[in-house]
Structure formats: C-alpha cells, structure tokens
C-alpha cells in the first residue's frame, strides 16, 4: 500500500476504488436486470413489438457471473464503508441527511440479506434446472435484483453528497 | 481384431455404466448436499443476522479512526471516534449459519425440514409477540410493563412455534422449506427497517 501511496494521494486511491465499484455495479446491475427480465417473461416470440421479440441470453448463464461480480462487489462496498462511516455518514449528519443515512443503514442490512442467499441462488441455477426449485429460483433472483438496485440507486445518492465528481 | 474390440467393449459396457452411475450418484448426492447447506445458510443467517443486529452481538468491533478491531461488542472512548459493528454482525452470522448448514448436510431431510419450520416460526412469532406486549402495555389500565422483556415475549412464540411444527403435514414442511428463504430475509428487513425509522421520521 505504501508503494501505492507513494504514486497516488490517498483521495485519488479511494475515489479510483469507489469508480471500480460504480462500474462493477453497472455490470451486475446489467446482469441481474436481464436475468430477472429473463425469467419473468421466459417465452420467445418471433413476432410481435420489441417487448414481445425480446429474446435474452438464457438466464442460467448469468448466475455464476452475478455470483462472481455479487461477492468482490460486497467486499469492495465493506471496504469503502470504511471511509464512509468516517468520512461521509458524520458531516451528512451534521447536514441533517437523514433519509440518505436511513437509507445507506437499510443498504447494508440489503446487500447482507443478498450475500445470505448467494449460495442457495448459485445452486438453484446450477444444470440441469430443478423443476423442484423453480418457484424458489425465480423468487430469489428477483429478491437478488432488487438488493442490487436499491444498493445502487442509494450508493448513487452517497456519492452525490461525497464522492467521486461531488 | 476389430470384431474381438468390438465384443470386448460390449462386454465392458455393463461395468462401465455402473461406474458413471455410480459417479452420478455420488455427484448428485454432493449437489444435493451443497443445496442442503446452502438453503440452511440462507434461512439461518436472514434470522441470526437480524438477532444480532438488534441485540447488537457482534463477534468484534472495528475502530476506522484509529484501525483497531476489538473483541466482541466494544464502543470504545469518544476519541476513538465511531465504532463499526456490521462487520462483526456479518461474520459472526456467517460463522454461525455455515455451522448449522454443515449439521444440516448430516441430520434426515424430513427431520430438518420440521425444524426450519420450528426456527422461522418462532423467528415470526417472538417480534410479532413483542410487538403486540408493547400495545398492550400502552393500552392496559393496569402495570403490564414485565410484557415489555424480551423473554417473556419468549414463552407464548416457543410454545406457537412447537405447536406449529408438531401439527403440520411433513408434506407442508417439505413444500415451505424453500419458502422460508424468502420469507426470512423479508421479514428480517421488515423489523431492520422499521429499527430505522427514527431516520425517516425526524
């Protein structure tokens, strides 16, 4: 780290950390949005609008890659929770941001809840697909789309207040 | 000489496809195990993360300002500046549900999937038992302020989640088992979430 420091300030290292995880979210927001697509309208037409023509990737190619971007994601957003208890979560209180502190609390409780079903979403995805399972997997993924939305969309509004280009 | 390979690999045929079945079996069983522990994980550490965050149990404390991680729950001085628990939440939660998903992989199916049953019944049972003491205390005209322990909200969750496991079908035990999975983690950020509407309502 210390070499590292040496090239770059400390700032520009964390707000380099903090776009690594911005773009790493883009890409699994990417993901879990089309496999949730995917699953809740699984019949192919060849007619129809574009909604109806909409054909994605099979939806069980997305799950070891949600998988491997879900997991460096969460531990890249525990390190970076770091500076943000310290240096973000104080003065946002002292601004009086309460729904933006409310809301980045419930985010870890979110992302937690996430990583807790990682496992079973990573086995109920695994060929050949259980009939058994798949009220369960379509259920699980659309809980894993929304853990990554609302991470997302309120990571956003994190960063707004202190952050990259704030 | 193609003939006697011919024959002789006719004759292996029976041997061989009792090896791949026997290799399926072995990798079906593993799978199956996996999806034992992993749906065990899930459910455990929706229920455990959500004790020890409202308990707030940590396993350690973490001190960014001064990087110092201390054992257990330690909010430290004022100069240490802000204690981090979550980290300590989410690894002693994680600890915890691999145990119990690694116990699961060993006990019988039928067994286990009454016991789930049991542990999110009375997870559902003991904060809806804790909310309604809480009513009742407010509205009682007579002292009901022992209805606001933690434990005694216990007692009626304990006996409804037995109940409640001892009465169901085990075919009902079978197809709720993977429902928990869901059921749990929502739960849990029902009761996270509304922990922080002093957030919201100031």
């Known amino acids: ?166 | 000489m193609t003939q006697a390979l011919d024959m002789d690999q006719r004759i292996s045929q029976p041997g061989r496809s009792h090896v791949m079945e026997a290799a399926t079996s072995r990798s079906t069983t593993r799978a199956s195990q996996f999806g034992t522990f992993a749906i065990t994980f899930g459910i455990a550490f929706a229920i455990l993360y959500t004790l020890f965050e409202r308990q707030n149990w940590p396993l350690f404390t973490y001190h960014p300002a001064i990087n110092r991680l201390d054992f257990w729950k330690y909010p430290g001085a004022a100069e240490d500046g802000p204690p981090m628990f979550w980290y300590g939440w989410v690894v002693l939660s994680a600890a915890c549900s691999a145990v119990l998903g690694w116990i699961a992989t060993m006990v019988s199916v039928r067994w286990l999937q009454r016991a789930t049953t049991f542990c999110c019944v009375m997870a559902a049972l003991w904060p809806a038992f804790f909310a309604l003491a809480g009513v009742i205390d407010e509205r009682a005209s007579f002292n009901a302020e022992f209805l606001r322990s933690v434990w005694v909200s216990g007692i009626p969750a304990l006996v409804g989640a037995a109940a409640v496991s001892y009465f169901v079908s085990s075919r009902w035990a079978q197809r709720a088992w993977t429902g928990w999975l869901l059921f749990m983690p929502i739960g849990g950020l029902v009761i996270l979430g509304y922990s922080l509407n002093t957030y919201f309502l100031r």
Request: hydrophobic fraction near 55%.
């Open chain 1, 1 to 166: 780290m210390d070499i590292l420091f040496g090239t770059i300030s400390v700032p520009t290292f964390w707000k380099i950390l903090l776009f690594v995880h911005f773009a790493l979210a883009i890409v699994l927001l990417a993901a879990v949005t089309l496999q949730a697509v995917a699953i809740l309208m699984p019949v192919r037409q060849a007619a129809g609008n574009f909604i109806n023509r909409f054909s994605p990737v099979p939806a069980a190619s997305y799950a070891t890659l949600i998988v491997l971007l879900y997991l460096p994601q969460a531990l890249m957003g525990a390190w970076i929770y770091v500076k943000y208890r310290t240096y973000v979560r104080i003065p946002m209180e002292g601004f009086r941001h309460w729904w933006t502190v409310g809301s980045f609390e419930f985010k870890e409780h979110v992302v937690t809840m996430g990583l807790a079903l990682l496992p079973a979403y990573w086995y109920f995805w695994q060929q050949p697909l259980s009939e058994e399972h798949a009220v369960a997997r379509k259920w699980v993924t659309i809980f894993l789309a929304f853990t990554v939305w609302y991470s997302f969309v309120v990571g956003h509004v994190a960063n707004d207040f202190r952050g990259v280009g704030s």
